[in-house]
């Protein structure tokens, strides 16, 4: 209990001494933790909420389609001598210029929907200088070429080989040239080029 002395308040009146219970301690302190549970389902539920964005999983990506034409391998052949698998000035070349080694595929090669023909020959030289004349005279229109696997096999022999879809590289002592014509589809002259440039670069077949 707190006694009050007898005084005047600002509006005239007079206040007689008396007493009053003491003021509880603490008051405020009451409301402010009556709020601390609400801060802490605050906090509480901000820190869940962020927890839940951050262990989302990322969306799984498509699997990437293939690119390219594929090639499935119809025949090989190793025989020798080169100029024995030739025709015109390519066969009078390698009549005098014999090759060491001479390995001939033909591949059914697809892309979108399309299927092409593909013979490619490796002819190994015995130099560089003597596989890049090979490629220089196979490169020149008109002038013979390393026969196409596919004349010595039946079920593609009345296939022929143009020479419009056409690529010849050098690997070392080695000449590689590919030629491609279509199956079935379009004729897309693009996608002949395509399929005609892998196939040059495809690996040698072995025996």
């Avoid at 090979?134 to 596919?150: C, F, H, P, Q, Y």
């Avoid at 491609?180 to 080029?193: F, H, N, Y």
Wanted: aromatic share 4%; charged share 20%; proline share 6%.
């Amino acid at each position: 209990m707190v006694n009050v002395r007898r005084y005047t308040r600002r509006d005239g009146t007079t206040v007689r001494a008396h007493t009053r219970s003491a003021p509880r301690r603490g008051g405020g302190g009451a409301g402010l933790l009556a709020l601390i549970p609400l801060t802490l389902l605050l906090g509480v539920g901000a820190l869940l909420a962020t927890h839940r964005e951050g262990s989302q999983e990322e969306p799984t990506a498509a699997p990437a389609q293939q690119v390219g034409p594929t090639f499935a391998p119809i025949g090989v052949s190793h025989a020798l001598p080169c100029g024995a698998h030739a025709y015109g000035e390519v066969k009078r070349f390698l009549d005098t210029t014999p090759c060491l080694a001479l390995a001939r595929a033909l591949y059914e090669a697809s892309e979108q929907g399309h299927r092409v023909l593909v013979a490619v020959a490796w002819a190994e030289m015995p130099d560089r200088a003597s596989a890049d004349a090979l490629k220089e005279l196979a490169d020149r229109e008109g002038s013979g070429n390393i026969t196409e696997l596919s004349q010595e096999l039946p079920q593609h022999a009345g296939t022929r080989f143009t020479g419009r879809f056409y690529r010849a590289r050098t690997d070392g002592a080695t000449t590689v040239i590919a030629q491609s014509e279509p199956l079935t589809g379009t004729r897309d002259e693009a996608l002949l080029d395509r399929v005609t440039q892998a196939a040059a670069h495809l690996p040698r077949p072995t025996r």
